[in-house]
């Protein structure tokens, strides 16, 4: 069977796929990429896109209501139909032209159908004609098929035709009554969006609500959902689903409590598209999240990369972190050294070197956009006690920093950042109020760049914005130690 060659061969033209295969032409190879379904993949069409579009509109009409000039402005409620339109925008009607135009103008070439590895460096594509591909990489393959929802075996789920993410984010009918199982990111992202079209929402959050979130954080958001009408059931685990006569669906609780709604949507996380990639012929077990070394290169559970070293996963599919921002920076590292293995050059793979995803592991920021909205980045109080860092948490009261109140009548907030008493640095931050996600980078610059908690003192936030909440921070972690000084020392120090 003859082959078409190119350099690297790319599965699954999600934001990830699309960038290694970038960075890798950018490099001088050539590159080609395999897409099943729509070329820019789930987060263009039914993920980070469309559903921050769903949420846009309420987040800015609340931010007017909170100030009485622009609240006295409004003569009406959120238009719902409006809002669905600008979504279909945002999601380009689910067409790529766009993205395949994107695609031919950087030089990357695209074949249609699902891929499977055939063993190294080699994938066969199936067509949506049923034909075959054979692609032969000269240096590489890297994996980027991203995840499915994961249905839980819940009695009666499946049968009950359940909403999952997609059909949540692409919605042309918005239902009466919506319950959601799970309490992570999608359930609190999609209650805050369908409560504020109207929809009465039930979230049945099993294991808490945002339970991987900042605690301070994940009970703002609780608070604003219930006050917002929606009905949290907080530890509650559905056992029986079943869709009725009338078309409802009912769920029956453990406690013997019963939720009936019109729709359920599923959101208890991800599985890896792993299960139909061909990963036997590489000696891995299909279904299974991809383990990759610091240059993204695919590895057995001895550390050992497979297939020649010539297999990398990047993105969703690889675990690390399932964020679109964190898998295009996996990306960039993936496409360079590739290119710089293809001509046996230097590979820079310590920490924070330029072929190594160092910050996937100390500096993932990431932004909930609920409302209000959780923006963090790097450690929590529990994953940095769990990693056995020596941290001391420092809180402030967001809405007593002067920008906030000018921001929003009756800003309610909170911010916190964890000091590593050890190195000096901060290795963890988490924010929660209306428009903080924009306050997130200034801290990944701190965390990922470990900058002296001294020198940030002469990082000088602009007065009046939301920003100095850093002096606050910093001023709260030095007086908590003049506070102990003063103890011991007898001294009198102003806390200003
Ligand atoms: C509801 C929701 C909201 C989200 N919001 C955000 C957000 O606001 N910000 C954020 O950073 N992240 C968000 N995420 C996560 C984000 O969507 C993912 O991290 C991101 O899409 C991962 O990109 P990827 O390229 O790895 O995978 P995907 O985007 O999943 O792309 C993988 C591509 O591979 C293709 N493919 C799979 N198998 C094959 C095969 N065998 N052959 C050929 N092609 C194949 C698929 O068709 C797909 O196009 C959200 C996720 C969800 C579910
Ligand atoms: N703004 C963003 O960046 C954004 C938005 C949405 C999604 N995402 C990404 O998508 C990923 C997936 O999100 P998700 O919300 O599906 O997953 P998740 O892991 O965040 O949350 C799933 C929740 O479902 C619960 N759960 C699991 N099994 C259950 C069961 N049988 N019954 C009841 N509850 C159950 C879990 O306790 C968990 O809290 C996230 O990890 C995130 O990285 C990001």
Redesign the pocket.
């Known amino acids: 069977m003859s082959a078409d060659v190119y350099d690297v061969i790319v599965i699954g033209a999600g934001p990830v796929g699309e960038n290694v295969a970038d960075r890798a032409v950018q490099g001088g190879l050539t590159a080609v990429i395999v897409e099943a379904e729509l070329v820019g993949g789930e987060c263009s069409y039914w993920?980070?896109m469309p559903?921050k579009a769903l949420l846009r509109d309420a987040a800015a009409l609340r931010a007017a209501r909170s100030l009485p000039g622009a609240a006295a402005a409004i003569t009406g409620e959120l238009d719902t139909a409006a809002v669905l339109e600008r979504r279909d925008r945002f999601a380009a009607h689910w067409h790529d032209d766009g993205q395949v135009s994107w695609l031919e103008g950087a030089g990357i070439a695209l074949v249609r159908g699902h891929g499977r590895l055939l063993g190294e460096r080699t994938v066969a594509v199936t067509g949506p004609d049923g034909g075959t591909t054979v692609l032969q990489a000269r240096h590489a393959v890297v994996v980027a098929t991203g995840t499915s929802?994961a249905v839980?075996p819940?009695p009666g789920l499946a049968d009950a035709k359940p909403w999952t993410?997609r059909a949540a984010v692409s919605a042309e009918r918005i239902p009466e009554r919506l319950a959601i199982?799970?309490?992570?990111?999608?359930?609190a992202?999609l209650a805050t969006a369908y409560s504020a079209f109207g929809t009465a929402v039930t979230l049945?959050?099993?294991?808490g609500l945002l339970?991987?979130v900042e605690p301070f954080a994940a009970e703002q958001v609780a608070s604003a959902l219930a006050a917002d009408g929606v009905r949290l059931l907080v530890g509650a685990?559905?056992v029986e689903v079943s869709r009725e006569e009338d078309g409802s669906v009912r769920i029956a609780l453990a406690d013997g409590g019963i939720v009936r709604a019109d729709e359920v949507l599923v959101?208890?996380?991800?599985r890896a598209n792993t299960g139909d990639i061909g990963l036997e012929a590489v000696g891995l077990a299909p279904g299974a999240w991809l383990t990759v070394d610091e240059t993204l290169r695919v590895v057995d559970e001895t550390g050992t990369p497979v297939a020649g070293g010539g297999l990398y996963a990047t993105g969703d599919v690889n675990g690390r972190?399932?964020?679109t921002h964190q898998g295009k920076y996996q990306a960039r590292a993936a496409g360079d050294v590739i290119a710089a293995r293809a001509v046996g050059g230097d590979v820079d793979d310590a920490p924070w070197g330029r072929h190594a995803a160092t910050a996937d592991h100390l500096a993932v920021p990431?932004?909930?956009?609920t409302h209000p909205e959780i923006a963090s980045v790097g450690h929590t109080l529990a994953s940095a006690t769990a990693a056995g860092l020596r941290v001391r948490p420092v809180e402030y009261d967001l809405g007593a920093v002067a920008g906030a109140s000018l921001h929003a009548d009756g800003y309610t907030g909170r911010v916190g950042m964890l000091i590593d008493e050890d190195a000096g640095t901060i290795v963890g931050f988490t924010a929660v109020g209306p428009d903080t996600a924009e306050l997130v980078h200034a801290a990944t610059v701190a965390v990922a760049g470990q900058v002296p908690l001294e020198r940030l003192w002469h990082a000088v936030p602009a007065y009046p914005t939301m920003s100095e909440l850093w002096l606050r921070l910093l001023e709260t972690a030095g007086s908590e130690t003049r506070v102990r000084t003063r103890s011991t020392h007898q001294l009198v120090t102003s806390d200003r």
Do not use: K, N, Y
Not at 267 to 270: K, V, Y
């Open positions: 993920a980070c559903t929802p839980p819940i993410s199982i799970g309490g992570g990111v999608v359930g992202e049945i959050a099993r294991d339970p991987r685990e559905p959101a208890t996380g991800r972190a399932l964020l990431r932004v909930i956009f």
